[in-house]
């Protein structure tokens, strides 16, 4: 059903939605082994078919359905999958579109003084703005350190350093 939606319309946006869809449903299911394996087919056959598609922007999802030659992986490897798609095509409103009408002036003493010994951990968060998100807070709130777990986007990648607007350049992370 979602296949012959999502091919009917020919809307990249509409197509990406599908595919997050199932993908979400995906997880919900996932143990519910029948669930999951007949969604999983589904995914693939959606990912292999933008192969063939009009929109440039998702044709290089097909590699990732030619990729998935078993159905037999574990929820993280389905999850490392999952994540450049919901990345690319889940974005509302970007948080770095957001101008900054003044900086604060205050220097890297004042900041030292004004941290507190408290640490905070991010793990498994999907969206690099969020991360971004949780710098700016985390300045915000004089944290010393931020550990970053699991499949977590860092500051090396763009979007977290876009939405986490320097900040990430003020608190300690690993």
């Known amino acids: 059903a979602f296949q012959r939606r999502w091919l009917a319309e ?3 946006a509409v197509c990406m ?11 919900r299911a996932w143990e519910q082994e029948g669930r999951r394996v007949a969604l999983l087919e589904v995914f693939r056959a959606c990912l292999q078919d933008l192969r063939a598609s009009r ?4 044709r290089w999802m097909g590699v990732l359905g030619e990729k998935m030659k078993t159905l037999t992986f574990d929820l993280n490897h389905f ?11 889940t974005r509302g409103l970007q948080e770095h579109e957001f101008l900054t009408a003044q900086i604060d002036a205050d220097d890297d003493d004042s900041r030292e003084a004004r941290k507190v010994p408290l640490t905070v951990v991010v793990d498994n968060l999907r969206s690099a703005f969020n991360v971004g998100s949780v710098f700016r807070t985390a300045e915000c709130m004089g944290v010393s350190r931020v550990v970053l777990c699991g499949y977590t986007a860092t500051p090396d990648d763009a979007h977290v350093q876009r939405t986490s607007m320097g900040t990430h350049s003020h608190v300690a992370w690993e």
Not at 55 to 58: C, G, S, Y
Not at 79 to 89: D, G, I, N, S, W
């Open 79 to 89: 999850l490392v999958v999952m994540l450049p798609l919901e990345r690319q095509h």
């Open 55 to 58: 929109f440039e922007e998702l």
């Open 17 to 27: 939605r599908c595919v997050v869809d199932i993908g979400q449903q995906i997880e």
């Open 10 to 12: 020919r809307d990249s």
